[in-house]
């Protein structure tokens, strides 16, 4: 078993290059998708002055089981994923884009390894979007979690009858990320789904735009 599996795998890229970029947003796939996938949204935004950047999990899933399976149960995929995205984070910093102009955005899947990560490391991000996405791991997780999202704006959307994201987890998730000193826009779509509204895509809109404006 590859240790590490994540490990150079492509990241498509989006618009103009990082350096020249007013904003990076890193957008997280789900499962059995592609980089691809998630770069509709980028479409769909429609927003100029944004370098887009979307890792790609090796075999489509970026850890094998559900994400309220015990945590041991989802590696290496899931130490790997968290591995890839601190590293795209640490590049951006090395170029001298700190995180306080990254904005990460994932789906599904895809929204809580975003999700994870942000909070796993705590700091002032541009913008974090959770769409169809919470916290990894069983109930009764310990989220200890170190640091401070500074302001953070942190927007959560979920159906209230997704199959895949219990409404409790997102709700803790609401309340992790406020206790971390995020600012988060918390909503609740009656009988969506497992998708990407459009209320959504206008609302991570706002946020960029916010970013965006001067």
Known sequence: MNADPHRGQPIVHRGPAPAAARLVAIL???????????????????LAGVAYLAPEAADRTWYPNSFL??????????????????????????????????????????????????????????????????????????????????????????????????????HETAGIFRRLGASVDERIYPGMGHLVGADEIEAVRVLLRRYLSP
């Open 28 to 46: 997280v796939h789900g499962r059995n998708a592609a980089a691809a996938n998630i770069l509709t949204i980028a479409d769909e935004l429609g």
């Open 69 to 170: 399976r015990p945590l041991p149960e989802n590696e290496p995929g899931l130490s790997s994923a968290l591995g890839l995205l601190e590293s795209m984070v640490g590049d951006l910093r090395q170029r001298g884009i700190g995180s306080e102009r990254v904005a990460i955005i994932g789906f599904s899947q895809g929204a809580c390894l975003a999700l994870e990560y942000a909070a796993r490391h705590a700091r002032r991000y541009a913008a974090l979007a959770g769409l169809s996405g919470a916290l990894i791991g069983p109930p009764g997780t310990p989220r200890a979690y170190a640091g401070a999202m500074d302001g953070t704006p942190v927007f959560l959307g979920c159906s209230d009858i997704d199959p895949h994201i219990p409404l409790a987890r997102v």
